[in-house]
């Protein structure tokens, strides 16, 4: 086997070790963040359901549905621990306003473009729902909602 087929084959070795890693990394960031909106804001009779989830590195952007009401959050992890930034709705798909907000140029891109491509899964209707906090449509501003308070 010559050096360079014995590199190209330990290279996808390499890279078929860590995504595993990657994707478990992944789905642990997920589930603490879906466990931190949760414990934040679930109420008895209005649980949150938090998804889709997208990661990269120590930030991320979750989409929320609680009841008639939907949003995104904006988190990033210090520490180890994942804090809420802020909830807001369609301007956290804009990656100046992410930069904007302090997030590393790279980062806000890639949290944008992961996001889009997670929410084509998603039924348009709920998508529309994620972009209403803090607008005109936002049933929160008509009545009281315990997302409103931090």
């Known amino acids: ?8 084959v330990f290279a996808a070795w390499l890279l078929a070790a ?5 994707l ?16 934040t804001y679930d109420q008895p009779d209005h649980t949150v359901e938090t998804a889709p989830i997208v990661v990269d590195g120590d930030y991320a952007l979750a989409d929320w549905i609680q009841g ?3 949003g995104r ?5 210090t520490q180890g ?3 809420i930034l802020a909830c807001g709705g369609d301007a956290f798909k804009d990656v100046k306003l992410l930069k904007d907000a302090g997030i590393p140029a790279g980062t806000a891109s890639t949290l944008v473009a992961r996001l889009n491509q997670a929410e084509r899964s998603v039924d348009p209707a709920r998508v529309k729902r994620f972009g ?3 607008t005109a449509d936002d049933s929160r501003l008509k ?4 997302h409103a308070q931090q």
């Open 68 to 70: 008639e009401k939907g």
């Open 1 to 8: 086997m010559g050096v360079r087929r014995l590199a190209t």
């Open 24 to 39: 478990a990394q992944a789905d642990d960031a997920q589930a603490r963040i879906r466990d931190l909106i949760a414990g």
């Open 143 to 146: 009545a009281p909602h315990a």
């Open 132 to 134: 209403l906090f803090g």
């Open 73 to 77: 959050a904006l988190l990033r992890r």
């Open 81 to 83: 621990q994942w804090q």
């Open 18 to 22: 860590a995504c595993p890693t990657a």
